[in-house]
């Protein structure tokens, strides 16, 4: 089946620093990923579509200046948060679209915390 | 836009009681899909069950059964014989097109024991 890896599960940054997510598909090429936000407590919230090879669509609301997502690869989709403050502490998690689960599997997640 | 309700914030249930999850959905796309997920406090979402606009019958997963009215835009997770692995947080999730999955805010379910 399609497995996406993301790391790290975990991450800890000092505010004004910024933090790089991983998402790669291991086993099947990743044309389309998805990065969602989760707060605690709260739903899954769309951020952006990478497509690989072309700059990404970021949702209404996100600065596309701080959530940088590079898509280079058929394999690799990377979410860098840039000068991270600590309302930018979260969840992320991304997903690509495959063909196993009916289009879309999901990666661990990220747990973000900005000190 | 796509929608999804879901309005049991929390719930508690017996083991090996069957449990209903409601999720209502708003959408103007005539093909979609409908997505049950299960997250464990460790984040992870882990599918459960699909069901597409165009579906006759309700979908089954082994102890997961979609109820889908489509005239009333409804699309309930039914769990036979809950277990004390089954505590989670659940969302229902739609699709369509070429976006990625709308959630719902979820509803967080307790199996006791």
């Known amino acids: 089946g399609a497995v996406v890896s993301q790391h790290p599960s975990r991450v800890i940054c000092k505010s004004g620093t910024s933090v790089k997510i991983e998402c790669r598909s291991l086993?099947?090429?990743?044309?389309?990923m998805f990065w969602y936000r989760q707060f605690p407590k709260q739903s899954l919230m769309l951020m952006a579509t990478?497509?690989?090879?072309?700059?990404?669509?970021?949702e209404q609301g996100v600065e596309k200046d701080k959530f940088l997502i590079n898509h280079a690869s058929l394999t690799l989709s990377t979410l860098t948060v840039t000068s991270a403050h600590p309302e930018d502490s979260s969840f992320y998690i991304c997903?690509?679209?495959?063909?196993?689960?009916?289009?879309?599997?999901f990666g661990s997640g990220t747990r973000l915390t900005v000190v | 836009a796509q929608k999804i309700t879901q309005t049991q914030p929390g719930m508690f249930v017996q083991e090996k009681e069957a449990v209903t999850l409601d999720c209502t959905y708003d959408?103007?796309?005539?093909?979609?899909?409908l997505f049950w997920y299960k997250q464990p406090s460790s984040g992870e979402m882990i599918f459960l069950i699909y069901?597409?606009?165009?579906?006759?019958q309700n979908a089954t997963e082994g102890r997961y059964s979609l109820n889908f009215q489509k005239a009333r835009k409804s699309a309930n997770l039914v769990i036979s014989a809950s277990q004390l692995g089954d505590s989670a947080m659940y969302f229902c999730?739609?699709?369509?097109?070429?976006?990625?999955?709308?959630f719902g805010k979820g509803t967080h379910l307790i199996i006791q024991p």
């Open positions: 997903s690509a679209v495959t063909d196993a689960n009916y289009g879309y599997t």
């Open positions: 999730a739609i699709s369509g097109g070429a976006d990625g999955l709308t």
């Open positions: 086993d099947f090429q990743a044309t389309t």
């Open positions: 069901q597409g606009s165009y579906d006759q």
């Open positions: 959408t103007s796309d005539p093909s979609y899909g």
């Open positions: 990478s497509n690989e090879g072309s700059k990404a669509t970021y």
